[in-house]
């Protein structure tokens, strides 16, 4: 072991010393060093008065550092209050040792404070007061100032998004309610494409769809699909007579009877004003086809409650069948349409199939309609006369008019036949006027001969009646042939008369105001009244023949008839029966009082010529007249 000398001792023990104080010295450099610089203000206080400040410190309070050292530490709160209540808070953590953290309003000079967050440290625990207090001190307004714009931002943010999550909402609920409500117009569209508007039953185009999809199944299985096709008889009379309303209400009241009386897998179809197509679900065959065409004819021919009214309607059915008559949709349907039309000419409320026979019938329809076309330039039409006669006297009073078609191959056809067919295809009008310029135009040439058949009776069909340019029509001809307007009639037939009566009121007036007498052919079968009647300018009621056929042994015919003779005489109308073909009829018919008969028992229609030579001998009219 080495010993130093007692020199050596010293003088280490003097090196010591001065080394300890160097480094003393050093860390009091920076420890101030720390507090002038630092950017948080620090204070120390002893006995509740600032000892020393930093540079921040005074900057912050506004204090100069040697204003501030000595002062009572009250002197940056607002008040005495709050000092005391800060000491009763601050004094017993630094009693224990501990730091106190708070943050509070600190009082500037100038009367002015700031938020700070304060932290107070006893340097001695054991003497809080006397050891003396460090104070750092923070100015956070600008911070506390930033987190309130934060938050501010924040809830702005948070309502503004709050806003546009609801538009946002709003939109998108708007957005699927138009997108339903769009989906439904095209659901609509979708069914009024394919539906009847009336009825709510499928139209022509789902139908023509059903067809070929059963046509394509039906040949696949090798099974027969049949096509039934339901005409309503005598719809076009009801509806003319009674009005459009109570003809869609029977419309209607039909389509429920078919869908009653069918399965849901059978179709029901609407494809024409009175015309209805089935087409059985599981592809009927012929035997089948004709047990459910019996039991619709059966459910259909039932009376129907209509508005009051007690209406019959007995429907024709033609029936198709696939493969035998056809295998698509086109050819079916029409040749179920054909047989349908060859149940009508059969007498009507009857179930007719599609046959070589019925082809033969159709195809001869066809033709005809385009030789009806040809047949007026042609010169094929001819006009007949039939006298008509007054009881009393059995005297000639007037001649009625009735077209013939002279065909070249056929000979000679009747109006019942080519006259729907002119109607149909509007030949009508092109066939009216020549009828009536062709009885102008006998008129004139007998009355210049000396022969005075009374008026000459002209028919009009519904068609022409509703043409607005009518009366100007009718008094062109007239006034072209050079006839006394007196001496022409126009007959219209109760039914057309029934259709629209305010337009029938305008035409009637319109026509009378020529000077021309108008008749209503056909009364009793247009369920018009009598007292509806006295609203037009008419002259004469002709009573159809159906009522004339079975007297004088039908006692309802015979009240009929008297009814209105006696009616139509109140109301200063003179009445024709038609169709009169016995002296039995005739004295009934003379015994009520009916002014005029038409009918074979007097003289059947015939050609012009025959009619001057038969009547001219007996000079003017009101000449005795038998068949
Ligand atoms: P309508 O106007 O009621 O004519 C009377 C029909 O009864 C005529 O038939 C006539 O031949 C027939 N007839 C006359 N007396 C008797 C009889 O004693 N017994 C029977 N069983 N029948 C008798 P037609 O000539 O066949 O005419 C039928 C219908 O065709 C006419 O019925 C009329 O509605 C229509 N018609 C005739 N000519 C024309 C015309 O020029 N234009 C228009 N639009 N229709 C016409
Ligand atoms: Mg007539
Ligand atoms: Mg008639």
């Known amino acids: 072991m080495v010993y130093a000398p007692v020199e050596l001792l010293a003088k280490t023990g003097h090196d010591a010393r001065l080394r300890e104080e160097r480094s003393l010295r050093q860390l009091l450099l920076k420890y101030e060093a720390i507090l002038e610089n630092a950017s948080i203000g620090i204070a120390f206080t002893r006995d509740q008065r600032f000892e020393q400040v930093n540079p921040r410190f005074e900057q912050m309070l506004g204090w100069p550092r040697a204003a501030l ?17 800060i000491g009763a808070f601050v004094g017993p953590l630094l009693a224990r040792g501990q730091s106190a953290d708070f943050e509070h309003e600190i009082a500037r000079r ?17 003497h809080p007061t006397r050891g003396g207090t460090i104070w750092i001190v923070e100015d956070v307004t600008e911070e506390r100032r930033a987190v309130e714009a934060l938050r501010r931002a924040h809830d702005e943010l948070e309502i503004r998004l709050r806003e546009t999550t609801e538009a946002l909402a709003e939109a998108s609920a708007r957005l699927r309610d138009e997108i339903a409500e769009r989906e439904s117009a095209e659901r609509r569209i979708r069914h009024l494409a394919h539906h009847d508007v009336l009825t709510g039953l499928p139209n022509r185009r789902l139908l023509h769809k059903r067809l070929e999809q059963a046509v394509v199944s039906a040949r696949a299985g090798g099974r027969s699909a049949a096509v039934i096709l339901i005409d309503l008889d005598r719809f076009k009379t009801i509806n003319d007579s009674l009005g459009h309303a109570v003809g869609d209400a029977l419309l209607r009241a039909v389509a429920l009877r078919l869908t009653d009386a069918l399965g849901a897998a059978d179709t029901v179809a609407r494809i024409g004003g009175d015309e209805f197509v089935v087409l059985p679900g599981d592809a009927a065959d012929a035997d089948e086809a004709t047990a459910m065409s019996a039991r619709l004819l059966e459910r259909l021919s039932q009376p129907y409650e209509i508005t009051g009214y007690s209406l019959r309607v007995t429907p ?17 349907l029409s040749r179920a349409d054909a047989a349908m039309y060859h149940a009508k000419a059969e007498g009507r409320q009857c179930v007719r199939f599609f046959t070589e026979k019925v082809e033969r019938v159709s195809t001869q329809v066809l033709q005809l309609e385009n030789e009806l076309h040809a047949a007026v330039s042609r010169g094929e039409l001819v006009l007949h006369y039939q006298p008509r006669v007054e009881l009393s006297r059995r005297g000639f009073v007037a001649v009625e008019a009735l077209v013939r078609w002279q065909h070249p191959r056929r000979g000679m056809i009747g109006p019942a036949e080519f006259i729907p ?9 092109p066939i009216g006027e020549w009828v009536l310029r062709e009885a102008c135009r006998q008129q004139r040439l007998w009355r210049e001969r000396g022969f005075v058949p009374g008026s000459i009776a002209v028919n009009l069909s519904a068609q022409q009646f509703r043409t607005p340019e009518l009366a100007g029509t009718v008094r062109r001809i007239i006034e072209d042939a050079g006839v006394d307007p007196r001496t022409i009639e126009i007959e219209i037939t109760e039914s ?12 009637l007036q319109a026509l009378a105001a020529l000077g021309v007498r108008i008749s209503i052919d056909d009364f009793g079968t247009g369920y018009s009244s009598l007292s509806y009647l006295r609203r037009f300018p008419v002259h004469l009621l002709k009573i159809d023949r159906s009522f004339v056929r079975d007297l004088p042994a039908s006692a309802d015919d015979a009240t009929i008839v008297r009814a209105i003779s006696g009616l139509a005489a109140s109301l200063g109308l003179r009445v024709v029966a038609e169709g009169v073909e016995t002296e039995d009829q005739l004295h009934f018919l003379q015994g009520i009082g009916c002014d005029e008969g038409q009918g074979f028992l007097f003289a059947p229609p015939m050609p012009a010529a025959e009619l001057e030579r038969r009547f001219a001998h007996r000079g003017a009219v009101g000449e005795a007249c038998s068949g």
């Open 496 to 507: 057309t008369l029934m259709h629209d009566g305010g337009h029938a009121l305008s035409t």
């Open 421 to 429: 067919l002119a109607e149909e295809t509007g030949l009508i009008h």
């Open 69 to 85: 050292v000595g002062q009572p530490g009250h002197v940056i709160w607002r008040s005495r209050q709050e000092h005391a209540a």
């Open 110 to 126: 100038d009367g002015g404070s700031f938020l700070a967050r304060i932290r107070a440290k006893s340097a001695d625990p054991t």
């Open 316 to 332: 024709s059915i033609g029936i198709s069948v696939c493969p035998r008559d056809g295998e698509d949709a086109e050819t079916l």
